[in-house]
């Protein structure tokens, strides 16, 4: 079983003109603007494969990749850690460093598909702790 999720682009900083600037560099052609995640259940490990128009951005080492990190966390919380794994695939279509929430929206994408593909072991209020 595989789960797929999509995690938009913020206007949390709206008020500080971040998102506004964001928005201003970013081309609105249609094209996804926001992260895709897809996550799927291995018997071992985390791998994490990244794609997508920004992908050259984000750390060439898997472990230092935030949604890698998000994986480590979440199954260490379920104690599954080392009894299971899982392998993601991540395409970043939102700039990194633009002010409209590209970390967010990995964070997001990571914690919703790994609850779900685990059949939601966590509220909506463990996952925003977490």
Known sequence: MSVKVYAPATIANLSVGFDLLGAAVVPVDGSCLGDRLK????AKGISL??????????????????????????????????????????????????????????????????NLLFEQPFSNDKLMLM
Not at 39 to 42: G, S
């Open 49 to 114: 494969d990244c794609s997508g128009g920004w992908q050259h951005k984000l750390p060439q080492d898997p472990q230092q990749n935030i949604v890698y990190q998000c994986a480590e966390h979440f199954l260490q919380r379920l104690g599954s850690a080392g009894k299971t794994g899982v392998s993601l695939e991540l395409e970043k279509n939102l700039p990194v460093g633009s002010g409209l929430g590209s970390s967010a929206c990995s964070v997001v994408a990571a914690f919703v598909a790994l």
């Open 39 to 42: 996550a799927e259940r291995t």
